[in-house]
């Protein structure tokens, strides 16, 4: 193969300074000859596919990722971007980062493997070819077989921002939000929107997006008399935004009522809320249990992020966020509440990170409550 790959390197002859800030360990291999355009331009979903991923038509499947093993599909392509997310361990990157992460190579073999693969020189099966047989019959499934459908939901950030900005926040939601303690300008800030009416909301989504689209984000669901919108009339709807895309939307009842109180989409895994908070380079980060918390920190001026639902967990992209700053965790004062914490605590202790365990004011059982007593909102 070596000298196919100097054929090749011979034609794209463009000097390249490694970024060793950024790739680790390419350092030594100092200046490189690779077409470093042309290799960010290979499609993602040939790669992916080339390493084992079996994806849908929509670009969603299984994450594959080392030391993640994912039983609802959670990676994401996105051809527009030409990159690769997985919702669950947060991992995520353009091409070359894609190929670093599942083979473990350094930049420099990466960019090689690359150019030998997919760009000129050998073709993919001629590759394959040379293969040891074992390896080489997987690696020629993975390129011959479509993808099977995969039946778990993955986020649609198009189909989620439209359903966002086609729900305008109401009254009802507004006053709701204003009992809680939020101002104009944290409700703002959350871009909290309220759907209106359930029925019209789905005929509206599935003209545009089609039903099996909205199957495959979990906003359409299968109940009893047939196809279901997943959010019911009036909901309030937090969006989770992720490096500028929403990700997730969790809704929530505009009342006091205890039933369904909160409802999100079908078969989908939350990422970390407000996890644009960390953007800005805040010394102490506060982590919380749920969404209105996080928003009544934000309120009381402290910078949160949130995890929602019982197996929430803080991805591996989060925790880099985190390193190098003081963690406080608020939990709820219940039994699940000091769990929360607990474990949190290790997992931060495991990057190095110091984090705290905060005991609210008395009188308060989470955040909200405390935000609501400082407010005089509560009896
Ligand atoms: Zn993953």
Known sequence: MGDIAGGVFARHSVAYLMPSTTYKGATSAGRSKFDLT???????????????????????????????????????????????????????????????????????????????????????????????????????????????????????????????????????????????????????????????????????????????????????????????????????????????????????????GTQWRWLCPNSLIPPVFNRSALAAGATTVSICEGVTDVVSAHELGMPAIGLVGANARLDEATLDLLRGRNVAIFGDRDPAGSRFALHLIDRLAGIGVTAISKRLPSGADDLNDHLRNMRGLTA
């Open 38 to 256: 042309s290799i960010r331009a290979i499609p993602i979903r040939d790669v992916a596919i080339d390493l084992g991923y079996a994806l849908t038509a929509g670009g969603t499947g299984r994450c594959r990722l080392p030391g993640h093993e994912d039983r609802n599909p959670s990676f994401s392509i996105r051809s527009a971007t030409n990159r690769f997310t997985c919702f669950a361990c947060g991992g995520n990157g353009d091409v070359i980062e894609l190929v670093m992460k599942m083979r473990g190579t350094g930049f420099v073999d990466t960019c090689k493997w690359l150019t030998d693969r997919h760009l000129g020189g050998a073709s993919v099966r001629s590759w394959v070819g040379r293969r040891p047989a074992g390896k080489a019959a997987n690696a020629t499934r993975a390129l011959s077989v479509p993808a099977k459908e995969e039946h778990a939901a993955a986020p649609d950030y198009e189909a989620f921002e439209w359903l966002l900005l086609s729900s305008t926040l109401n009254s009802s939601g507004y006053n709701y939000l204003a009992s809680r303690g939020f101002s104009a300008e944290t409700i703002a800030h959350f871009r909290v929107g309220q759907i209106g009416d359930r029925g019209k909301a789905m005929q509206k989504a599935v003209a545009r997006f089609g039903l099996e689209r909205l199957r495959s984000c979990g906003l359409v669901c299968e109940g009893k008399f047939g196809d279901r919108f997943v959010f019911p009339t009036g909901y309030l709807l937090f969006p989770f935004i992720i490096d500028g895309n929403v990700a997730y939307l969790q809704a929530r009842r505009p009342d006091s």
